[in-house]
């Protein structure tokens, strides 16, 4: 048994339809992030992974779900941000026979690391990104499996769609499972927090954090997802979310209104308040008239992070289009 098994803590497990479970990745808080463990017969696959500090999570999910680390087979990263993929080195190292499938843009970044490392002590600033990210591990060059747009890849027979799918990130994919009518989609489809279900169903959020937001890649990303009629997406922040016609339409929809927030305060005198004052407009309205069962003050504690850099983003998609 390796180091990385012994003592391992106790893992928060939400199991789903189809041999899918939520392992949380205990990243920031409980409900934040959800890393999904797949199994097929006697293989698994993990979907995106958390942080260095999310790994022993991940190990005690598999043994109590009775996944020897010997039986991964894939570990499956959406994108190279490491909220999805700080910890995917280290991961790596528990389980030996697992390749590592990541898009092409995203590759390098995992095989060394160092540029992925700086471009987040940017966002972040250096104490921060030490303290939720630490050292990220590189994945040996063999141990990477890089995919091409509309590649399938099996996992004991289950077939799963690659999709390149750029918007939040241009080294972004999602892995859709035609059979189980269902896809594994990173950040492209939102985020969409348990906490504020409702009896209308799920609440989501675009996230249009830095450096790579596109309003209309994004917007064709979620148009491609949709095309595959996928009953069930599972997000990493949070896991499964059903009504998907009417999610994806409450996407577009605020992907364009957070563009327009972006363009009427390109002017402004302080456009990162401006665009996060409208913002948080825009989504308190939003979740009002949603039935969200929390006030407005868990609201903004909730969606603070998500604000902050949401706002960044959009503030760096303003730059970039003035160059």
């Not at 990263?77 to 843009?105: I, K, Q, S, Y």
């Not at 104490?127 to 141990?143: D, M, N, T, V, W």
């Not at 909730?302 to 760096?316: A, I, K």
């Amino acid at each position: 048994m390796n180091d990385e098994a012994t003592a391992l803590p106790t893992p928060r497990l939400w199991r789903h339809p189809d041999g899918i479970t939520a392992i949380d990745a205990e990243y920031l808080y409980p409900g934040h992030a959800a890393a999904h463990v797949v199994q097929q017969g006697s293989r698994a696959a993990f979907v995106d992974v958390g942080t260095n500090d999310s790994v022993p999570y991940l190990l005690a999910g598999l043994r109590a779900l009775g996944v020897a680390p010997e039986a991964v087979e894939f570990v499956l990263l959406t994108h190279v941000h490491l909220d999805h993929a700080g910890g995917a080195g280290r991961l790596m190292r528990a389980l030996p026979n697992a390749v590592c499938v990541v898009h092409p843009r995203g590759a390098p970044h995992m095989i060394d690391p160092a540029k992925l490392i700086a471009g987040a002590r940017a966002v972040y600033g250096a104490e921060r990104f030490e303290r939720l990210y630490g050292h990220i591990e590189p994945i040996a060059a063999e141990r990477v499996r890089i995919t091409q747009d509309d590649e399938r890849l099996s996992l004991a027979g289950r077939a799963f769609e690659i999709l390149h799918t750029p918007g939040h990130a241009l080294h972004h994919q999602a892995f859709v499972d035609p059979a189980h009518r269902c896809a594994f989609t990173g950040d492209t489809f939102g985020i969409s927090y348990r906490e504020l279900d409702s009896a209308a169903g799920a609440f989501i959020l675009p996230t249009t954090t830095p450096t790579q937001f596109d309003p209309d890649q994004l917007c064709a990303s979620i148009d491609r997802l949709l095309e595959r009629k996928p009953e069930t997406m599972y997000l990493m922040h949070y896991s499964r979310v059903v009504g998907v016609p009417r999610l994806g339409a409450s996407l577009q929809h605020q992907i364009r209104e957070l563009e327009r927030i972006a363009r009427e305060a390109a002017m402004a005198a302080d456009r990162a308040a401006a665009i996060g004052e409208a913002m948080w407009k825009l989504w308190h309205g939003l979740a009002v008239n949603h039935g969200c069962p929390v006030g407005a003050a868990r609201l903004r504690e909730l969606l603070r992070g998500d604000l902050e850099l949401n706002t960044r983003g959009l503030v760096h998609w303003l730059d970039t289009r003035a160059r």
